[in-house]
Nanobody
Framework: QVQLEESGGGSVQTGGSLRLSCAASGRTVSFPVMGWFRQAPGKEREFVAAITWSGSIADYADSVKGRFTISRDNAKNTVYLHMNSLKPEDTAVYYC?????????????????WGQGSQITVSS
């Protein structure tokens, strides 16, 4: 069993910054990939960023590239999403998740464990 606990959501004005954290517990060794997804009201859940625990792979959606950074602290089994230059279109519920392999890390169907979700609201 693996559990994910998210923290760090909140509200910010356009151009501001926030950091999300996702702490994993349990058999994390079986899930080498950690990803972040987001879902805005009325929209599909979409890929934001992903990273392997080894750090060998880090990938970003085009919409956040250059503004968001994903990082991990293996000692704490925690992955972070650093969000800068936030825009109103970044408003969504953000979810962290774990995948058992590195095949197609942008596909949400590959992820088997999900966090509870964190609301990010960016006002203009």
């Amino acid at each position: 069993q693996v559990q994910l606990e998210e923290s760090g959501g909140g509200s910010v004005q356009t151009g501001g910054s926030l950091r999300l954290s996702c702490a994993a517990s349990g058999r994390t060794v079986s899930f080498p990939v950690m990803g972040w997804f987001r879902q805005a009201p009325g929209k599909e859940r979409e890929f934001v960023a992903a990273i392997t625990w080894s750090g060998s792979i880090a990938d970003y959606a085009d919409s956040v590239k250059g503004r968001f950074t994903i990082s991990r602290d293996n000692a704490k089994n925690t992955v972070y999403l650093h969000m800068n230059s936030l825009k109103p279109e970044d408003t969504a519920v953000y979810y962290c998740a774990m995948a058992p392999n590195v095949v197609n890390i942008r596909a949400k169907n590959n992820y088997l464990n999900w966090g509870q979700g964190s609301q990010i609201t960016v006002s203009s």
